[in-house]
């Protein structure tokens, strides 16, 4: 739904914009690259005392959460979604955020 899209996007650029604000975005593809490093980045961007930090216990999986979990692949959007679809949502993307989030078109 295109709407929806469009909607995100907007929700997006407002992030981006916000003054005042210190936003981190962070994309999926760093947490699977690398999600200690990616975690260390968030702890340290928040300023967080890692001496209260168990980074074991928060990396652990809970058998009592359902994680609702996909099969999380990074490009999986690239075979589920028609060429079509793809270049219509790529042509809404602002054209900085490819190379900001080091996204393909």
Do not use: C
């Not at 005042?20 to 760093?30: A, I, P, S």
């Not at 340290?44 to 928060?58: E, P």
């Amino acid at each position: 739904d295109m709407a929806e899209f469009r909607s995100i996007i907007a929700w997006l650029r407002g992030w981006e914009q916000a003054s005042g604000l210190r936003v981190l975005f962070t994309t999926y593809e760093q947490f699977r690259e690398n999600k200690e490093k990616l975690f260390d980045e968030l702890v340290s961007f928040y300023g967080a005392d890692t001496r209260h930090i168990d980074k074991q216990a928060a990396f652990a999986h809970n058998d009592k959460i359902d994680y609702h979990l996909r099969r999380g692949e990074t490009e999986e959007w690239r075979r589920v979604l028609s060429s079509q679809t793809v270049d219509t949502l790529n042509r809404s993307i602002p054209g900085h955020w490819f190379s900001k989030f080091g996204w393909k078109a």
